[in-house]
């Protein structure tokens, strides 16, 4: 069955950096696009990032591009988020999804369980 | 960015009773193929998000029946035939046709009576 185990978060100061790692299994990890959803506590859903299969194409939304970087290692089955800079307004649970695979990265039908970052002084 | 609209905020549903979200794009979500590509999701409390629907109208394996998808274009609805106790939690919209970014609707709250 398809899993995906996030871990890495926890209390970070103003400006420091994180990173969240995503273990993956039961599936094909090298074939599929992988994203990164956050939510902010009491509040909704947040798409943050997409990575290709192979890692050609990244993607991210406006309030992070410069400062979060995503990556993967498909000889690890791992997917990464490396979050710089942090700010208050980042503390958030951070999910990784499943993507797809071919044309169609979207799919988000498996979700970790999340990883929950604080940013806090 | 794709602005997602969702309703009501709040939905306190009688168990047995139907419920009915609305979601609603700031763009046509038709692609070329003539699919639109919204996805809609569950989040009990203290869970991750589950999709239940994608592509408007295709229900994921092993979600219940009682669960529905439709509309084109603008407009999307999400149907529970009769609301269980399981069904608590919120529900939300996603447009994965216009990205980046992928957009979420803001949530609708669903509740027992």
């Known amino acids: 069955q398809v899993q995906l185990v996030e871990s890495g978060g926890g209390v970070v100061q103003p400006g420091r950096s994180l990173r969240l790692s995503c273990a993956a299994s039961?599936?094909?990890?090298?074939?599929?696009?992988l994203h990164w959803v956050r939510q902010a506590p009491g509040k909704g859903l947040q798409w943050v990032t997409l990575?290709?299969?192979?890692?050609?194409?990244?993607f991210y939304a406006d309030s992070v591009k410069g400062r979060f970087t995503i990556s993967r290692d498909n000889s690890k089955n791992t997917l990464y988020l490396q979050m710089d800079s942090l700010r208050a307004e980042d503390t958030a649970v951070y999910y990784c999804?499943?993507?797809?695979?071919?044309?169609?990265?979207?799919?988000?039908?498996?979700w970790g369980q999340g990883t929950l970052v604080t940013v806090s002084s | 960015d794709v602005v997602m609209t969702q309703s009501p905020p709040s939905l306190p549903v009688t168990l047995g009773q139907p419920a009915s979200i609305s979601c609603r794009s700031s763009q046509s979500l038709e692609y070329s193929d003539g699919n639109s590509y919204l996805n809609w999701f569950q989040q009990r409390p203290g869970q991750s998000p589950r999709r239940l629907i994608y592509k408007a109208s295709n229900r994921d394996s092993g979600v219940p029946d009682r669960f529905s998808g439709s509309g084109s274009g603008t407009d999307f609805t999400l149907k529970i035939s009769r609301v269980e106790a399981e069904d608590v939690g919120v529900y939300y919209c996603m447009q994965v046709t216009h990205w980046p970014p992928y957009t979420f609707g803001q949530g609708t709250k669903l509740e027992i009576k």
């Open positions: 999804a499943r993507g797809g695979i071919g044309d169609d990265w979207a799919y988000f039908d498996y």
């Open positions: 990575i290709s299969y192979d890692e050609s194409n990244k």
């Open positions: 039961g599936f094909t990890f090298s074939s599929y696009a």
